[in-house]
């Protein structure tokens, strides 16, 4: 047991830190139920104190939940901490506080117990940091709304939606992984079971007035109507705006002011509150949507509250959506910077592989392409433009590697691979479209090569195809040793 007994009583030993801390409450160090150790207080409220106990049957911590003496003779008061009971037995849903006993203890008070959680509520964390980025206020949300799904469906509207009253610990991950921290909710006090009550004509409060936190409520709980589960997600959305924007919509000192906002004034929108925030304009809307004076005008139940987040959230980028809670110099930082771009991860990356794979299938189609044109048989008779020592263009036939080339007529003659090229100068390449008088019989004593008469080949259109080796006509042959030229030149400027 990690709790040190006195020797003589058997009462547990209380540090006296927690006993001061606690402003000398008799109840530390007793035994409740005989079997919840009270070591020291978390908190107090209007009907009643939480602390820290020991449960000795199980042997682990828990939260203890007490109703105060001065509320155990009042029959509403009482109701209201079994209602409670009742309403969070209920629910198995991992972000809603689990409940792991009840009943009545020796002196008659009536009891809770509930699973001791590490770490913060809300209202401190945002106390603490003024406001949160758009993807932890989502996630946060989320994890509110799954607990609501499972509690509207079995006929509980909580009614009493608050920062206080969302708690955020850390889970262990799955397969080791480093603890995640997840949002739990909590106090079910006030809650409504729809099944067993009928419509409520009058709200409540601790001093009998108004029933709830004015800043969080919707409208027709302000006005006293009655209520479903589009209240509940009214009162959500007030604390996505807050975690969003670092205030709430409507924070007048006047409780009455305030409730009279939530009943006639719009508010402002989120980016207008806040716009150094990077709130993103999908989740502004769904905001909004929520704030809705009409019930019909909100999300119908959480789950399509759910649905409207995942739907946003597909457009915050990486940087809004992963980025940590906004201080002073996270807002210096972004002033300076461009917004990052909305578009999602998800389509980036579906982008950059279609470019890589677009690429891909460009590059084998080049070789694809390069190899076949390297393979097929140039025609014969083509010419090719060589550069001469003195920068003229030279014209000489086709020839392919080894011992012997094949000349450039249609006489399928051989040339000896030794033989030199036929060059001529630019003053003998006749001018584009014209044709040689007679083709080039070998070099006489000028250096010129005498002119054949030579019939002009067929025109061709974009339609016809060019002419090959087989449908070509023959040209006239040569001397020995020499082929005969093109039947005309074009001349390389």
């Known amino acids: ?14 540090k006296l830190r927690d006993f001061e801390a606690s402003g000398r409450d008799p109840l530390l160090g007793r035994t409740v139920a005989g079997r919840f150790i009270v070591m020291s207080r978390l908190g107090t409220g209007s009907m009643g104190a939480v602390y820290r106990a020991w449960q000795t049957t199980v042997g682990r911590w828990v939260a203890l939940k007490l109703m105060r003496y001065d509320k155990m003779q009042e029959a509403e008061a009482r109701a209201r901490f079994e209602r409670e009971a009742r309403a969070m037995s209920q629910l198995v849903s991992p972000h809603t506080v689990t409940v792991y006993d009840f009943g009545v203890a020796e002196d008659g008070s009536v009891f809770l ?3 001791l959680l590490e770490g913060e509520s809300l209202g401190t964390r945002l106390h603490r940091v003024g406001r949160m980025s758009a993807g932890q206020a989502v996630g946060i949300a989320r994890d509110a709304l799954t607990s609501l799904a499972e509690a509207h469906a079995k006929g509980i509207i909580h009614r009493d939606l608050k920062p206080d009253n969302l708690f955020l610990t850390r889970v262990p991950d799955v397969a080791g992984k480093p603890s995640r921290e997840i949002c739990k909710l909590l106090d079910f006090g006030i809650a409504k079971v729809v099944r067993e009550e009928q419509a409520m004509g009058v709200l409540e409060t601790q001093a009998g007035t108004v029933f709830g936190t004015p800043r969080y409520m919707s409208p027709e709980q302000a006005q006293g109507k009655a209520l479903d589960v589009r209240s509940d997600l009214y009162s959500l959305g007030v604390l996505l705006y807050q975690m969003v924007t670092g205030v709430p919509p409507f ?4 409780a009455v002011v ?31 949507r929520a704030l809705a004076k009409d019930p019909g005008d909100r999300p119908e139940s959480a789950e399509a509250f759910i649905r409207a987040l995942d739907v946003a959230e597909r457009f915050f980028s990486d940087d809004i959506a992963a980025s940590s809670v906004m201080t002073s110099g996270h807002l210096a930082a972004m002033s300076a910077d461009p917004l990052p771009t909305l578009a999602p991860s998800a389509v980036r990356r579906r ?17 694809v392409t390069g190899v076949l044109l390297r393979r097929s048989p140039r025609p014969e008779g083509a010419p090719v433009a060589v550069a001469s020592p003195s920068g003229l263009a030279t014209a000489m036939p086709a020839v392919s590697s080894g011992s012997s080339v094949a000349a450039a007529s249609s006489s399928g003659r051989t ?10 100068s630019a003053d003998e390449l006749p001018i584009a479209g014209t044709v040689p008088t007679t083709p080039p019989r070998g070099r006489g004593s000028s250096g010129r090569p005498p002119a054949a008469e030579a019939s002009p080949p067929p025109e061709q259109t974009a339609a016809s195809p060019p002419a090959t ?3 070509a006509p023959p040209a006239t042959a040569t001397g020995a040793g020499v082929p005969a030229p093109p039947k005309k030149y074009e001349r390389f400027e």
Do not use: N, S, Y
Request: with cysteine; charged share 25%.
């Open 113 to 115: 117990a509930m699973e």
């Open 469 to 471: 080796p087989a449908t």
């Open 251 to 254: 924070d007048d000192e006047e």
């Open 258 to 288: 305030v409730m009279a906002r939530h009943i006639k004034t719009k508010p402002r929108p989120p980016r207008e509150v806040a716009p150094d925030a990077a709130i993103p304009t999908q989740l502004e809307r769904v905001i909004m």
């Open 415 to 424: 040339l000896d691979a030794d033989e030199p090229p036929l060059a001529l």
């Open 351 to 367: 982008r950059w592989a279609l470019v890589i794979g677009l690429g891909a299938v460009v590059g084998v189609v080049a070789g």
């Open 1 to 14: 047991m990690p709790i040190e007994v006195c020797f003589h009583d058997r009462l547990a030993l209380v």
